[in-house]
């Protein structure tokens, strides 16, 4: 029987076909790729429209007064005016038969101060196309500032584009002391992110409970004590939170179920202090382990109190 020797055979010079990445060089490559797009909120100049009146003459220096003026929203106009001259997009003439009315100031402030309020106590913008009051238009902003339009309509004064994609966040440096009183007594009683703590903060301690209970109520309890904290709000939330008690919501929920008495939720949301009864996620059970009290990090504090 033969013996094949392998070592003897002549292979020569092969190409072959298939590639070998430096897996390490290509993520760096990649990394400004996949940093743009995770981003949640991310406006490019292709977002914003710019338009103007037929044979209206563009002024050599362009201003907001003028952009409101030819009708354009509020966010177009300012990242307009932001941009260096040579990244601009151009200005759209309207056909001659269409006339864009103008925007005044006043319109546009309160089309801010409606999508404001409505990130400070809901948590994000709205583009409702109805004015249902209570569920659609808050009622603070019907009955006292009398804002009784769609939110789509004010959204549509504010931007052309989706206002999903601008970051909600710039709220938190809005200065507080100048709003009109109404409207700081008002945020005073309550923003987005704490609807969940009133069954906490208006029921009374329930006896008896677990030690691991009792623990987890008194950190319930350090977030209401503490001053209402942008690290809370949904709009500007701290990943700390998440990571040290996980979703705030869905554990305050499960925990007022195991320790309040279906009476109690019931009358909570008969006398609308909570929007609803609360719902039971099972998958959700990081309360039943809480220890670490809450405080606020500075320069956090809603309404600087």
């Given at each position: 029987m033969a013996t094949i020797n392998f070592g003897n055979t002549q292979i020569g010079n092969l190409n072959f076909t298939q590639l070998t990445l430096d897996l390490n060089s290509i993520a760096r490559q990649l990394q400004i790729f996949i940093t743009n797009g995770s981003k949640r909120h991310s406006i490019?100049?292709?977002?914003?429209?710019i338009v103007k009146n037929n044979a209206v003459v563009t002024p050599t220096v362009v201003t907001l007064e003028f952009l409101i003026g030819q009708g354009n929203a509020l966010f177009d106009s300012l990242i307009y005016l932001g941009l260096p001259a040579g990244n601009r997009p151009r200005i759209n003439e309207a056909p001659p038969d269409r006339v864009i009315q103008a925007k005044s100031p006043d319109m546009l402030g309160r089309a801010l101060f409606f999508q404001f309020f409505m990130i400070l106590t809901r948590g994000s913008i709205s583009r409702a196309t109805g004015t249902t009051v209570g569920s659609e238009v808050p009622a603070f902003l019907v009955n006292i500032l009398n804002m009784r339009e769609a939110p789509r309509v004010y959204a549509d004064r504010l931007a052309t584009f989706d206002l999903g994609l601008l970051d909600p966040g710039w709220v938190r440096y809005i200065e507080f002391g100048?709003?009109?009183?109404?409207c700081r007594n008002r945020l005073g009683l309550g923003v987005a992110g704490y609807r969940w703590f009133n069954p906490f903060k208006l029921l009374p301690r329930p006896e008896p409970m677990t030690d691991a209970q009792a623990i987890a109520y008194d950190v319930v309890l350090s977030f209401i004590r503490a001053p209402l904290s942008w690290?809370?709000?949904?709009?500007?939330?701290?990943?700390?939170?998440?990571?040290?008690?996980g979703p705030l919501n869905a554990n305050l929920q499960n925990f007022a179920l195991d320790i309040f008495t279906d009476e109690q939720l019931n009358t909570l949301r008969d006398q609308r202090k909570i929007y609803g009864l609360p719902r039971r996620d099972i998958g959700i059970t990081n309360y039943r382990?809480?220890?670490?009290m809450f405080h606020a990090s500075q320069g956090s504090t809603i309404l600087g109190h």
């Open positions: 490019s100049v292709q977002d914003i429209t100048p709003l009109g009183v109404e690290d809370v709000h949904p709009a500007t939330r701290d990943p700390n939170i998440l990571a040290t008690y382990s809480w220890a670490t």
